[in-house]
């Protein structure tokens, strides 16, 4: 499943985030970040369009508690990623909500070119919550703990998972400030 979306910097930048797993793409629609302009999920509507920007056949239409599910669901995962990268044992009210979501019913597997249409029915809200809570269940596990970082930008405190082979991403975004520092260090061989 592919990772990232577009953020807007409080400068009003627009650059890309691929934050390495769909649940930690889910807690930055707002959780994750101090900034209000990435809160994304303010209505029902929101939560339908970012799901179908995500999740094939997605079914549009989302009531308010799936939208409170959802928001509990984020702030949870939020939770435990900022536990985890603070080395902090995490919350068991979040442990216990995202197992709680990873519990229910996630989105079947299905193989194409079939006659039959067992499992390619619409997917509903809960569904897509499942699979990202499934996700989130598998980042946090202890052997996947490891790719978790910050990004070194100094100024910056994004997390990722890093899922490149060599596990030695730094930035959160090569667009963004591995950009900077790599401006920052010319200047600085420039200088002397």
């Known amino acids: 499943m592919e990772t990232g979306q577009w953020f807007m910097s409080r400068e009003g930048h627009r650059w890309w985030f691929d934050s390495g797993a769909i649940s ?3 807690a930055y629609t707002g959780s994750m970040a101090d900034n209000p302009v990435w809160e994304r999920l303010q209505a029902p509507s929101d939560l339908s369009d970012w799901l179908a920007g995500r999740f ?3 079914d ?3 009531t308010e ?3 409170v599910d959802a928001l509990a669901l984020r702030s949870a995962i939020a939770g435990v990623t900022h ?3 603070a080395k902090r044992e995490p919350d068991a009210d979040d442990i216990d909500t995202i197992n709680l979501f990873a519990a229910t019913p996630n989105i079947p597997p299905a193989l194409p070119g079939g006659n039959r249409h ?3 029915s619409s997917v509903r ?3 897509a919550l499942a699979t990202i809570a499934r996700n989130a269940v598998a980042l946090f596990a202890d052997n996947a703990q490891d790719r978790l970082r910050e990004c070194a930008a100094d100024d910056c405190q994004l997390i990722f ?3 490149s082979r060599s596990n030695n991403r730094r930035w959160c975004s090569m667009q963004r400030c591995g950009n900077r520092s790599k401006v920052r260090a010319h200047r600085a061989r420039s200088s002397r």
């Open 60 to 62: 549009a239409a989302t």
């Open 118 to 120: 067992a499992g390619h």
């Open 125 to 127: 809200v809960g569904q």
């Open 161 to 163: 998972y890093d899922e």
């Open 83 to 85: 536990a985890l990268n």
């Open 24 to 26: 930690l793409d889910f």
């Open 56 to 58: 094939e056949r997605m």
């Open 65 to 67: 508690r799936e939208l």
